[in-house]
């Protein structure tokens, strides 16, 4: 860890890490008030293919499995996503494509310092980013509906979400340090974690294509299942640590051995 | 003692390009030239030895250290400036040299301010509106700052102009004379002939030449454009054996290599208009080195 290059590289992207909290909190400003209100009737409104792509076929009973339904099934996977996309990218892979990389490896900081540190500036923001919605949706419930939250399991909800977000960023991540230009990097970094999305929402559309799903990783991130405390979530969780445990590792051993033409 | 240590450096991209075999040393306190036309393979060679390309084949070492393996040690003596200079998104010029100091660990900045108000670099703007000149002046105040022993220049003077140039020049030689070990590429022989010891020639990834700067000075071809009164004064020059390589109208393209003697008693006999030196490419200075196999091809 190079505590110089941490401060830089959070002086040029917390702004991005920002707008998309601001996008998220909104969000949850919009959807939990909505609990005492009929929204059963108004997402009743929606085409139902849309609604059931969104995953808001699922209703729970509760608050909890209310945000779970409306929050957790597709908005907080998109705007984390896209976070994750346009951050990795800038963390290696633009450096890489312009050239600014010379100057850090001209630098006496080992590569293994220098990656380290932009790994630990995506995980700590992503971290960041599932911390403060968690505490934001906390508080907002108790404002408005006091003892209604199953905080445990809001909890729960969100460190799921947080782990299934080490391994999208993992994927991005090691995209952006395979590749020599932005364009590529983006296109493996930002294509899979998409490709997993539109899966997930595929499978939801219809019960024929239920089993698609599986092949997303959001097959390891169900919002209904870890309310329940369906006992697979644990399990779950572990696969999820140590894939992004594998993606990042390589995405550090691959930078530290490859030709950089910067 | 040699310092910079380059042993059957192979490195090869996808494209064929590359650098072949190529093997030398730099001693210590020496200033090496390295020259090449575009794509010669000058700034892969500086690649490998900051450290970002895996050679193919051979080694790169500095001192008793890897390039490649022990290239964070390397950079604490080491000042090094990109080919292309391509900055950080966003940060002031000022911004930029502080995060280098701090990439570095570098607290005393007198080096740097003194090389700033040298330089006439405005460090208070954005990096992303400065002209090139300005950049360039930038990649030097950051190669130069922390006082390395070893320099490692990729083309340093593009983009300044000639007034800078010579300042540029004044600090090689100050850093020359302070011990420093310089190693720097260009495709401009004027520059390295005014600070280098020594020279390399490179030609398609391949070293033709390394010589002491003397010998390539002698090697070196001047084409000098004479313009006389009449056909007279043509004829008289053909006469005195000079090495004449085009004739247009009164004007003469005369080959000077070494003999300048005698190109000034070839002149002296006929009535002079004109001198210019035309301006050349490094192929045709060193057409020696560059020159038969195109013309056999």
Known sequence: ??????????????????????????????????????????????????????????????????????????????????????????????????????????????????????????????????????????????????GELDIKGFL???????????????????????????????????????????????????????????????????????????PFTFVAFIILILIAAVLYGSAIVIFNRRNLPV | MSIIIIRNLTKIYSSGKGVFDLSFKINEGEAFGYLGPNAAGKT??????????????????????????????IQENMGYIPGEAAFFDGMTGMEFLNFMAAMRGLKDRLRTDSLISRLELDTSGKIRRMSKGMKQKLAIVAAFMHDPAIYVLDEPTIGLDPLMRNI??????????????????????????RTCDRAGIIREGKLVAVEDINSLKAARRKVITVTVASDEDIRKLKESGLDI????????????????????????????????????????????????????E
Not at chain 1, 214 to 219: C, E, G, M, R, V
Not at chain 2, 174 to 182: F, N, P, Q, V, Y
Request: charged letters at 15%; a neutral charge; aromatic letters at 12%.
């Open chain 1, 156 to 230: 729960l909800l969100n460190l799921g979400a947080m782990f299934a977000f080490y391994v999208i960023s993992g994927i991005s991540f090691l995209s952006s340090c395979i590749f020599n230009e932005t364009k590529y990097s983006l296109a493996l970094g930002g294509g899979i974690p998409v490709l997993f999305l539109v899966i997930n929402m595929l499978s939801n559309v219809n019960p024929d294509y239920k089993w698609i799903g599986n092949f997303s990783l959001f097959a390891l991130y169900r919002p209904a299942d870890i309310i329940e405390r369906a």
């Open chain 2, 44 to 73: 892969t060679t500086i690649r490998v030895m900051l450290g970002f390309l895996n050679a193919d084949n051979g080694s790169c070492r500095v001192g008793e250290l890897d390039c490649r393996k022990q290239a964070a040690r």
């Open chain 2, 168 to 193: 540029f020049i004044e600090l090689i030689l100050e850093e020359k004379s302070r011990g420093k070990t310089i190693f720097m590429s260009s495709h401009n022989f004027d520059e390295i002939e």
């Open chain 1, 1 to 146: 860890m190079s505590f110089a290059l941490f401060k830089t590289t959070t002086r040029a992207n917390w702004v991005t890490g920002v707008v998309i909290l601001l996008v998220m909190i909104m969000y949850l400003a919009i959807i939990i008030p909505m609990y005492d209100l009929e929204i059963e009737k108004m997402i009743g409104l929606l085409p139902e293919g849309l609604a059931n792509a969104m995953g808001y076929s699922e209703v729970f009973t509760g608050l909890t499995g209310f945000i779970a339904s409306y929050y957790y099934c597709f908005l907080i996977i998109m705007f984390p996503m896209i976070y994750c996309i346009i951050v990795a990218n800038a963390l290696v892979a633009r450096y890489v494509d312009r050239g600014s990389m010379a100057y850090l490896l001209s630098t006496p900081n080992t590569r293994l310092k220098i990656i380290t540190t932009q790994a630990a500036y995506m995980l700590v923001s992503v971290t960041l980013l599932f911390g403060v919605v968690t505490v934001i949706g906390i508080g907002m419930s108790e404002a408005m509906f006091p």
């Open chain 2, 245 to 296: 390589e085009n004739i247009s109208g009164n004007h003469i393209d005369v080959v000077v290599r070494d003999n300048f003697d005698g190109f000034i008693a070839g002149l002296n006999k006929c009535r002079v208009r004109g001198l210019d030196i035309k301006t050349q490419s490094l192929e045709q200075v060193f057409l020696k080195y560059y020159g038969q196999e195109k013309v056999e």
